[in-house]
């Protein structure tokens, strides 16, 4: 956890609308509940963000350890306020994040779907007679400051209405997206976009690991630069009704935006393009070359930059003329070179990684109106003599693949991505499992079922990694 997006929200004094800091507060206090609501709605209908408490309103600095109980700001207190105040209601994550040898609540509130959400109640009045809090029948946004106030501009309701109707999915619109996805083909020009922005990031991610491996302790320096070339790059990008790669505008503002949802389900306590807040680690727009043209693009954390060498490292890029690519080096790697394993890969880290890049290519694609298809690029690099192993001890396929090297594009509609996700997921992750089919073995085919991917996850023992059927 030393590196997640929870502890940079500690320490990192942000600003961002998307985050709403809290002194220590008797959450059981009618004032204090009304004005909480007031903070969770608008952070539900600025598109998601985060409550954190324990942290001075003014200076941002961390204030200690508390003297409530954490149950005072657990999931049935801040349930218990929403359900009180608040329409539609919806469901927070409460996690708690140490640091400095004090533990601090961050709750992940989703952003709203369909509908707006609104105050359905009036918060307790003062001794003037006057509503604290919320006011019944508003609704709440955040503004500059960073501040949750009552929607007024034409600008805000614009924003929050488009969002909603990209939500909405009656049984008619779903039936007409679903019929358009089907005769849409991704255009040639969209797939060597992709195929062009994977290669220029893995190249770019081979030459931060060579660098990065200067700079790490020197039992480590082998292992960072064989990172250079065993890792797996993995990229996607939208589709319109005409085949065309669709534009990102406002890369960084999506991404946060995104990064709520990933959190909710596709988070180990770290995920795929993730925003983080400390500055000399946050994301950064670049301009670069691709496919012979000019594009800007968020990048993720350069790897020099990393506080921690953990067990894998990772690089991500959002282009605005629309692929975003993921890299990363293999987990299994690092238990290898401290137990003399052999080369191998393991079920979980497959499926957790492809699940979590569909999960962002879905969560992307709610924030864009007119998506059609998917298209996904994959390409695992160091497979060669690489065995599949359910742990440290359990074998599942006895041979070791022969090509070093495995690439596959494939594409889905954006309406079974978002409305039959596990068959979708089951296309993508398929391909890479075959590889180690082993007669008698291991049948990817009969294997790859929901309740094994459930089982697979549950390895992970976090409750923000599912599929999005399991909602």
């Not at 238990?335 to 497959?350: K, Q, T």
């Not at 997921?425 to 075959?434: D, E, I, N, Q, S």
Request: negative net charge.
């Amino acid at each position: 956890m030393a590196n997640s997006i929870l502890l940079d929200l500690i320490t990192a004094k942000t600003e961002e609308l998307g985050v709403e800091y809290k002194a220590w507060l008797d959450t059981g206090q009618p004032e204090v509940r009304a004005k909480l609501a007031r903070h969770l709605a608008a952070l539900a209908n600025h598109g998601g963000g985060y409550l954190v408490f324990g942290i001075d309103d003014v200076t941002k600095n961390p204030q200690g350890a508390s003297s409530f109980e954490l149950s005072t700001f657990g999931q049935d207190a801040i349930s218990g306020i929403i359900k009180r105040y608040l329409e539609p209601r919806f469901q927070v994550v409460v996690e708690h994040v140490d640091c400095d040898g004090s533990t601090y609540p961050v709750i992940t509130v989703p952003g709203h779907g369909a509908r707006p959400v609104i105050a359905t109640a009036d918060g307790p009045r003062d001794e003037k007679g006057r509503t604290v809090g919320v006011r019944q029948g508003a609704v709440y946004v955040r503004a500059a400051g960073p501040e949750s106030v009552e929607i007024k501009s034409a600008d805000d309701w614009t924003a929050l209405l488009e969002r909603c109707l990209t939500y909405r999915a009656d049984l008619l619109g779903k039936i007409f997206r679903q019929s358009l996805a089907a005769s849409t083909q991704p255009s040639r020009r969209a797939a060597d976009l992709l195929t062009a922005a994977l290669e220029d990031t893995a190249a770019d991610f081979s030459e931060q690991t060579a660098e990065l491996a200067e700079h790490v302790q020197s039992e480590d320096q082998r292992r960072i630069r064989a990172a250079g070339e065993n890792f797996v790059v993995l990229g996607y990008v939208l589709i319109d009704a005409d085949g065309e790669p669709m534009s990102l505008d406002n890369i960084a503002a999506l991404n946060e935006r995104v990064a709520i949802g990933m959190h909710q389900w596709a988070y180990t306590g770290w995920a795929p393009f993730l925003p983080l807040t400390v500055p000399e680690r946050a994301p950064r727009l670049r301009m670069g070359k691709v496919f012979g043209n000019e594009c800007t693009y968020l990048e993720g954390m350069r790897l020099v930059n990393t506080a921690v060498v953990s067990g894998s490292v990772d690089y991500w890029r959002i282009y605005d003329c629309g692929p975003a690519i993921y890299a990363e080096s293999f987990h299994e790697d690092y238990a290898s070179s401290r137990s003399g394993l052999s080369r191998h890969l393991r079920p979980v880290y497959i499926l957790e990684l492809i699940h979590s890049v569909l999960a962002h290519a879905r969560l992307m694609g709610q924030e864009l109106p007119g998506a059609h298809q998917v298209t996904v690029r994959m390409d695992w690099r160091g497979l060669s003599g690489r065995r599949l192993m359910w742990d440290d001890t359990r074998i599942v396929s006895r041979q070791g693949i022969r090509d070093d090297r495995f690439g596959k594009s494939i594409s889905v509609t954006y309406a079974e991505l978002r409305d039959d996700y596990f068959e979708a997921f089951r296309k993508v992750a398929l391909p890479v499992l075959r590889l180690f089919a082993d007669s008698g073995w291991f049948d990817p085919d009969d294997w790859l079922t929901r309740d094994a991917v459930r089982r697979e996850f549950a390895r992970m023992n976090v409750g923000t990694l599912k599929l999005f059927d399991d909602q």
